[in-house]
Every structure is written in structure tokens, then in C-alpha cells.
């Protein structure tokens, strides 16, 4: 069982170059969600799916685009990467909202540099 | 809006001592309550949650973390800590009244190092 899969694990960008990260899962999840880590400020919330179809904005979603044509993949657009891209992307799923107790279950991370 | 402070972005303990890491959260509602660990390199891993039921609760690992409304904590606590319990803690919250219900808002992150 697979589980949440991201890809590429890293990925080193110019400033102005676009990109797109990978996320897929197995656990027939209708929620699914980006989020961004930087140090010392936890994890912030990019964009976020409740079902194929149907997406919606995070805490931080400028500079980035989703897409979610199926319930198994979810993936995360960079429109023109700045260095303030620069960050550890981990992509998330759930039956439910995580914030109503539904266990989310998290990649491993894309790390991603921006130069 | 719905934010949550864990004080001391790092904790150093001893094999053996009493884990103690402090979140804060402000909600003027009983909010949901989360736990998550990070391990090195791999993602987030759900330790443990308070929804509404028994204040205290029991997660995985040996932690548990105790819901007090009147300080507005929920502090995790393990009584023996391991060398394999180093890694980084994630306090998180969410409103599931509020504007933004389903949502998890994070604390900043503990990191734990245990010395042999």
C-alpha cells in the first residue's frame, strides 16, 4: 500500500521557470491538500480539494495553481518560481477534513530550491 | 482567527527523563487539538488528537497530551523518553464552528533532541 506519493523528491529551479509537483494516493481519499514548511513557521496551507472537481485557496495560494481531474491525483503548479518559493512541499490526504479528527496521511516532501 | 504558539522551538532532554512540550492555542470555542511528529526527512505523522471527548488522551508511542480549557493548552508529555523519539512536533488546531472548519492551522514546531 502506497500510501500519499509525491514527486520529484528535489528540484532546483530558476527564477521565472515553472513546475509542476506531483502528488497521487491510493486510499480512494476525497480530501487532499498542499501545504508548505519553512522553518520556525510549521506547516501553511496552499490550496486544498474535498473531491475531484473541487478546489479551493489555502493561507498562502499566490503563485501557485491546482487542478484535481481525479480522486487519486492532486497536483501543485509553480507559475513563475521566485525565491521566496523556495521551501519543503508536502501534499496531505484525509476521508474527511483533517480539522473534524480525520486522520491525514502525509508524503514524504518535494524540497524545493529556487535560484 | 484560530492560532497556536508551542514555546521552546527546541527541547533537549536525557534517555530516560519526563518529555514535556508546551502548545498554546487561542479559539474563544473548544477547538479540535492535534499532535503530529516529523521524523527526519519523511512526512507528518498524526500522534494524537482531542475532539470533544476525554480531556486526557492517549496517542502513540508512549505520548499523551491533556486538553485544559481554563489555560488554553494542550501540552504532549511522554514519561520516559527514547532515543528513537527524536524528531520534530507539530501542535495544530482547528475551529469546528468557525469560518475555516476542516482546516488545520500549525504551530511552529518543537524540535526533540534526546541525549543518550
Known amino acids: 500500500n502506497a500510501g500519499v506519493t509525491q514527486t520529484p523528491k528535489f528540484q532546483v529551479l530558476k527564477t521565472g521557470q515553472s513546475m509542476t509537483l506531483q502528488c497521487a494516493q491510493d486510499?480512494?481519499?476525497?480530501?487532499m491538500s498542499w501545504y508548505r514548511q519553512d522553518p520556525g513557521m510549521g506547516l501553511r496551507l496552499i490550496h486544498y480539494?474535498?473531491?475531484?472537481?473541487?478546489?479551493d485557496q489555502g493561507e498562502v495560494p499566490n503563485g501557485y495553481n491546482v487542478s484535481r481531474s481525479t480522486t487519486e491525483d492532486f497536483p501543485l503548479r509553480l507559475l513563475s518560481a521566485a525565491p521566496s518559493q523556495t521551501s519543503v512541499y508536502f501534499c496531505?490526504?484525509?476521508?474527511?477534513?483533517?480539522?473534524?479528527?480525520?486522520?491525514?496521511?502525509f508524503g514524504a516532501g518535494t524540497r524545493l530550491s529556487v535560484l | 482567527a484560530q492560532s497556536v504558539t508551542q514555546l521552546g522551538s527546541h527541547v533537549s532532554v536525557s534517555e530516560g527523563a519526563l518529555v514535556l512540550l508546551r502548545c498554546n492555542y487561542s479559539s474563544s470555542v473548544p477547538p479540535y487539538l492535534f499532535w503530529y511528529v516529523q521524523y527526519p526527512n519523511q512526512g507528518l505523522q498524526l500522534l494524537l488528537k482531542y475532539t470533544s471527548a476525554a480531556t486526557l488522551v492517549k496517542g502513540i508511542n508512549g505520548f499523551e497530551a491533556e486538553f485544559k480549557k481554563s489555560e488554553t493548552s494542550f501540552h504532549l508529555t511522554k514519561p520516559s523518553a527514547h532515543m528513537s523519539d527524536a524528531a520534530e512536533y507539530f501542535c495544530?488546531?482547528?475551529?469546528?464552528?468557525?469560518?475555516?472548519?476542516?482546516?488545520?492551522?500549525f504551530g511552529q514546531g518543537t524540535i526533540l533532541t534526546v541525549h543518550p
Open positions: 495544530a488546531v482547528s475551529d469546528p464552528g468557525g469560518t475555516s472548519y476542516g482546516k488545520l492551522t
Open positions: 486510499m480512494n481519499h476525497e480530501y
Open positions: 496531505a490526504s484525509s476521508y474527511g477534513e483533517p480539522g473534524w479528527g480525520n486522520i491525514q496521511y
Open positions: 480539494s474535498v473531491g475531484a472537481g473541487i478546489t
